[in-house]
């Protein structure tokens, strides 16, 4: 009793783990205690069994004899066997169920349809199927040390931040264009690689409100520290609003100038970058107020200097900031994306 209140005090007083954000989750968390339940009690058996020995059996003080032979005890060892095979047994059983409801997803497309998909895009994402709500498809697209999120229902549209709906089950497909990483945010308890030339899965059912880190949990590099973002379950007025907008943004609506803000404030370049037509003033990177200086510098044509830092930001690196801090995923943005941004950049730094 002793010992296993002591270690139930210490699983349940300590908060090992974070509060779930997801239906998955809540079912990584029930193995987990379902295991740890587990341990305590034979923990708490074992431990009881060693001092009762420790006690009772122990040499006295002018006793050096050997102990008499023992043989060993069959009843006790066909009991020993069987439990621990049992429990282990139901270990795999209640891992293997909450294993296939994680991966499930809402009417699934047939295996026929899931094939094409695979085989049509080698390593590239794509929708499912025309709700696109069901499920939610998010392409994850990892490259050091950046995360870009892509919402093909919604015009390719892309974000530096992940944004979902509550209570919808999303999709994700991630990929890598370049080494291995690894999608983790704590709160949703799944991890789940990001390898170059694969396209790999995660299924998520977000059911808590709020902003959790989406943290690469693969050693990937120099920056594999910083490759964070954001993950944000809002509620499905508020994202579907949002990627709605970001849909028609990323189509070209709403004007171009609003357009091109959007993306480059989605894309994350607002937290690197000053630019005052937008309202940033990051300060990691180069100011973009300057451009046509900054171009002349580097002897290219404004639009074309610009169109280069953005999907080739190493070719050339402006005077005094550091080689390969801003990530080259902006090259798998939409080519009209691209245009766009380039456009909006080359008319603020007149
Ligand atoms: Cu990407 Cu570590």
């Known amino acids: 009793m002793l010992f296993g209140g002591a270690a ?16 998955q989750a809540h079912r990584i968390d029930f193995v987990f205690w379902f295991v740890t339940t587990i341990c305590i009690a034979i923990f708490a058996l074992v431990a009881a069994v060693i001092v009762y020995s420790l006690i009772k059996f122990r040499a006295r003080a002018d006793d050096d004899s050997d102990g008499p032979p023992t043989h060993g005890h069959t009843g006790l060892e066909i009991w020993w066997t069987a439990i621990p095979a049992a429990l282990v047994t139901s270990i795999s059983i209640v891992s293997a169920v909450v294993l296939a409801k994680n991966e499930q997803l809402p009417n699934a497309p047939s295996v026929s349809a899931a094939r ?9 994402c794509r929708l499912r199927n025309e709700d696109p709500l069901k499920p939610l498809v998010v392409c994850v697209i990892a490259q050091q040390f950046a995360w870009l999120f892509q919402y093909p229902a919604y015009n390719n549209a892309t974000s530096a931040t992940l944004r979902l709906p509550i209570d919808t089950t999303v999709q994700l497909q991630l990929q890598s264009k370049d080494v291995i990483h690894s999608f983790w945010v704590p709160e949703f308890s799944q991890k789940q690689d990001a390898v170059p030339g694969l396209l790999t899965k995660l299924v998520i059912t977000p059911n808590r409100l709020g902003t959790f880190p989406v943290i690469c949990t693969e050693l ?3 920056g594999h520290a ?13 994202f579907l609003a949002w990627a709605n907008a970001r849909g028609k943004a990323a189509g070209g609506g709403g004007g171009p100038s609003a357009a091109a803000k959007t993306l480059f404030v989605d894309n994350g370049c607002d937290g690197c970058h000053t630019f005052k037509p937008a309202g940033a003033n990051g300060k990691v990177g180069p100011d973009l107020d300057n451009l046509s200086e900054a171009a002349q510098k580097a002897g290219q044509p ?5 169109r280069q830092s953005i999907v080739d930001p190493n070719a050339y690196v402006a005077p005094g900031y550091p080689k390969g801090v801003m990530p080259e995923t902006f090259s798998s943005l939409p080519v009209e994306q691209i245009d766009a941004l380039v456009q909006y950049l080359a008319g603020g730094s007149q």
């Open 8 to 23: 139930a005090a210490v699983a349940l007083l300590v908060p090992w783990l974070p509060d779930p954000a997801s239906e």
């Open 116 to 124: 094409a998909a695979q085989t049509s895009t080698q390593g590239l």
């Open 220 to 222: 990937c590099g120099l």
């Open 226 to 238: 910083v490759m964070r973002s954001q993950t944000t379950v809002e509620s499905k007025d508020k």
């Open 302 to 306: 404004l639009d074309e200097f610009i």
